[in-house]
């Protein structure tokens, strides 16, 4: 029922990468560019994003929004996203309509027309979007926070830009930026499902892709080298009822042969019921009501999150200690063999049920090419975690969890009621009456 | 036509106990799932207690009374075992999802938390804690508030369809409320357990079939007589919730439906997807945002109970264009009631229906859902793998039908969460408005 991936690389540049996978007739085609907000520059920041909108406002041979049609009119779905380093677009159709699909990505790979009529409404578009995310007083917290992290490094300003540029971009922006990363030496067809064969696909891909050379692979930034600046602190007042405490750290790129540590560290310290910061900060110390943490390795360099959200009651600053303390207590303590073994079940029982989806299967390929320069990565990362040592993923906390290179962030609320002082205090007074209750 | 669809080959059983076996195996992978439904939900949550199935739920996964919260996690979580939980207003779904080679540790784990709960009192605190934290966090969610408000104002807040949890009711719940909704939901009688996946289907009943059927909670089912819902007043009513820092607006426009049993869902379903269910195919994205460029994204979903629903038109756009927006939804919905639809649009609702069937059956997750919402309505597996042919049947006039008896522009409530002082001047002349902070507790 599942075959392995193979991969082939057209004489224009295009590579193609496919898998079978026969258990449900649908097939995935996902294809990936190689650009994002990080080749952006003042002016057009945001384009990258504005024009995954374009993509779908019509071509040549195609009108405005006939792709999307197209695909929900088999019963299929189509979707896009960009990021820093990449930008998607994915379709999922009943197996017969993969020359459909192709045939739609091709056409506005080669033929995309944008006019300023189309520009214009679909700005109106972006900008509701810009001011929707915007609404949310945490994540605008959170952009502002990374920008500050990411200091002068392409990888500060994401993909939803500036909202006084995405008020100027051009229709001669837009072609610019087609004509230069959007081209088959620079894209990444993905292909899951069940097909007839690789070589099916091949003619297929040929047929629809062929007699189209765009030009040599587009050179981006030249330098995406990260400086770490030394850690600093920032606080926000928000419009959000629930203080957030975040600590951050900035990890390698995703590649890296470190990468596989981060995760198992992130998954011992945040992850699920058992984890490190659940039992200590929510259970024992009842600091928290809710933590997690995430690694958001990019291309280039990332960072490595861990949060707590916690009661209007408590102090910041002992939550943040509280975090600290357990990063700390893996660089000084160590991860022990039973947390490896529950990393190594938990993240193979992940991969298996991921197993089930094409769409989600084609998307962990895309990712491993793209990002990580080697679909293969996506299988190896698992041989890579079955071999990794317990010491081997404590030397890179101790590497990377330091607290001179930590960043922390601290939302409060700015709405505060003067009752939660005294409840507070008053919870303190009871902790100090408890323990001293407890030493005698 | 899509290709026809068969379910895997299963068996089924029904205990004495009234709890209703399905045991389907399937080897795609080595992983396996086991979901238990009841067929009772948070409707069932008493006036003034609202949160108490979710809380129940909640607690529910936290322990049992042989092992303590931090042991039983211990144990499902090294063998990478995750439960999940679905908790609906007329049906609750928990399961847990496991590599095969641990089914023989996850299954009776599992089966220990149903019926045997620990309901612990410092984990009633802790769940506690986090659903008023959910409640906070909802103040900033202007969608969430949009659709709370909407639900209140369509069934009223003395409806159970109209009440949300709030600071209040949440705070009211002891292990004694949740004791008692227990009790009513969680009986053999009516509940069907599922296994899927990867296992021997002999050695499986040999082992399980047992442990399930010897469940005896010792007490009678509970009953609940069906709801019903019908249209709180004519006109248009509106209640534009004042939240003055937020640059968009959150909209929600919409009317109460048929559920579930009645005999025009089909095209019921058809012609929601042609107004605002087909994303870009559909009338809504089409005007509003794909021509007129108003909105990131409109929709409108059906959300159907046995016996009743609502039809919810839901978007998002900045303060100074309510106005616009809203005169441009109720026109585009007028039309919609008062011309239909044509041939070639239900073609390509037909067409998305049958084609996304496939989508809907990948997995054996995917299936156990669909196998438990069988149930759920009392529909034969038959009701899937016919589905092609009977979609195919539904002609263009059926759905202009539909339209004409369900869909009606002579009861609609609208809510709008956002700035009043903006606001307030773009939608005098639609009709009364009611006037709410969204600090308030629900009117």
């Known amino acids: 029922m599942y075959e392995s991936p193979e991969d082939y690389t057209f004489d224009n540049g295009l590579k193609l990468l496919c898998m079978r996978k026969a258990s449900a007739p649908i097939v995935a085609v996902h294809i990936w560019y190689r650009t994002g907000s990080a080749n952006e520059h003042d002016g057009v920041r ?101 920008r500050e992290f990411f200091g002068s490094h392409p990888y500060a300003i994401g993909p939803l830009g500036e909202l006084d540029d995405i008020r ?80 951050g750290y900035p990890a390698p790129a995703s590649r890296h042969s470190d990468g596989v540590a981060l995760d198992i560290l992130q ?133 990377y969890w330091s607290s001179a290179s930590r960043w922390s962030l601290s939302l409060q609320p700015r709405r505060r009621h003067p009752l939660l002082h005294l409840v507070g205090l008053g919870r303190r007074i009871a902790n100090i009456g408890r323990r001293k209750a407890r030493e005698v | 036509m899509a290709a026809l669809y068969r379910f895997p080959p299963m068996v089924e059983e029904d205990c004495p106990n009234g709890l209703h076996l399905m045991w389907v195996p399937d080897h795609e992978l080595p992983a396996m799932t086991i979901g238990i439904q009841f067929p009772r939900g948070k409707l069932l949550d008493p006036h003034g207690f609202e949160g108490v199935t979710e809380l129940a739920v909640e607690l529910l996964q936290k322990g049992t009374a042989q092992r303590p919260p931090e042991q039983f996690s211990e144990l499902l979580e090294s063998r990478g075992c995750s439960l999940f939980a679905d908790t609906a207003e007329e049906h609750i779904l928990i399961g847990c999802r496991f590599l095969s080679s641990y089914a023989f540790e996850a299954i009776p784990l599992f089966w220990e938390m149903i019926v045997s709960p620990g309901l612990d009192l410092r984990e009633l605190k802790r769940v506690k804690k986090e659903m ?80 399930f059927a010897a469940w005896d909670p010792g007490r009678t089912p509970y009953v609940s007589a069906p709801l019903q819902a019908a249209p709180r007043s004519t006109g248009i009513a509106m209640r534009l919730v004042n939240k003055g820092d937020l640059t968009q607006a959150s909209l929600v426009v919409g009317h109460v439906v048929p559920g579930e049993q ?50 919810m038109i839901a978007t998002s756009t900045m303060n100074e264009q309510v106005g616009d927006m809203l005169e441009i939804i109720l026109r585009v919905y007028r039309q919609f009631v008062q011309d239909g639809v044509t041939d070639d649009e239900v073609a390509k609702a037909r067409s ?63 809510t709008v969460v956002g700035n009043r002082r903006l606001i307030e001047p773009q939608v005098k002349g639609l009709g009364a408005v009611e006037y709410v902070d969204y600090r308030a507790a629900m009117p």
């Open chain 2, 132 to 211: 008023l934290t959910s409640l906070d966090a909802e103040m900033s969610e202007p969608a969430g508030l949009a659709s709370k408000h909407f639900h209140a104002q369509l069934f009223g807040s003395d409806h159970p369809a109209g009440r949300s949890p709030s600071r209040k009711s949440v705070r009211a719940l002891s292990i004694e409320t949740v004791r008692t909704l227990l009790e009513r939901i969680v009986h053999p009688q009516g509940a069907t357990v599922v296994v899927a996946g990867d296992f021997d289907l002999d050695k499986a009943r040999t082992a399980w079939h047992s442990l």
């Open chain 2, 352 to 414: 998305f229906a049958t084609g996304s069937l496939a989508f809907q059956l990948e997995g054996i997750g995917h299936v156990v859902e669909k196998l438990l919402w069988l149930r759920l309505y009392d529909r034969d597996k038959s009701y899937i793998e016919r589905y092609p042919q009977t979609i195919a049947g539904i002609q263009t006039q059926a759905v202009n039908h539909a339209i004409r008896e369900y869909f009606t522009t002579d009861a609609l409530a609208v």
């Open chain 1, 168 to 247: 100027r971009i051009t229709v001669d922006d837009c072609h610019e930026y087609y004509q230069r990363w959007y081209r088959p030496s620079n894209a990444t067809l993905v292909v899951v499902g069940d097909i007839d064969s690789t070589e099916a696909v091949k003619e297929l891909v040929a047929t629809h892709f062929g007699g189209f050379d765009g030009g040599p692979t587009p050179e981006g930034p030249v330098d995406m080298s990260f400086e770490r600046a030394p850690g600093r602190s920032f606080a926000k007042r928000v419009d959000f009822d629930v203080p957030v405490q975040m600590i």
């Open chain 1, 46 to 146: 945001g384009i990258s994003h504005f024009f995954e909108h374009m993509m779908f406002r019509g071509s040549e041979r195609v009108g405005p929004e006939e792709h999307a049609k197209r695909i929900n009119d088999v019963g299929g779905y189509a979707n896009a996203f960009t990021t820093e380093d990449a930008t998607a677009y994915t379709n999922s159709v009943p197996r017969e309509h993969l020359s459909m699909v192709l045939e739609l990505e091709a056409e506005r790979m080669r033929n995309l027309r944008v006019t300023q009529e189309v520009l214009d409404t679909e700005r109106r578009v972006i900008l509701e979007e810009y001011h929707t995310y915007m609404n949310n007083p945490v994540a605008k917290a959170f952009l502002e926070f990374r």
């Open chain 1, 267 to 399: 998954q011992v310290i945040s992850m699920g019921e058992t984890s490190r910061l659940n039992r200590s900060l929510v259970r024992d110390q009842g600091l928290a009501v809710l933590v997690g943490g995430a690694n958001l390795m990019l291309k280039h360099a990332g960072i490595s999150l861990l949060f707590a959200a916690f009661t209007p009651d408590m102090r910041a600053t002992r939550v943040e200690q509280a975090l600290c303390a357990e990063v700390e207590r893996v660089s000084s303590g160590g991860v022990s063999e039973a947390e490896m073994a529950k990393v190594r079940n938990m993240t193979l029982a992940m991969r298996t049920f991921e197993m089930y989806s094409g769409d989600h299967l084609a998307q962990r390929l895309g990712f491993a090419e793209v990002i990580e320069g080697d679909y293969r990565r996506w299988v190896e990362r698992l041989e890579t975690l079955r071999t990794i040592t317990a010491e081997q993923v404590v030397e890179t906390a101790r590497k």
């Open chain 2, 262 to 311: 009645c005999e025009y869902r089909h095209e019921i379903g058809l012609a929601n997807y042609i107004l605002g269910g087909g994303n870009f195919s559909s009338r809504l994205m089409g005007e509003v945002r794909s021509r007129l460029g108003k909105t990131y994204g409109i929709s409108s979903q059906l959300g159907r109970l046995r016996t009743f629903g609502d039809l």
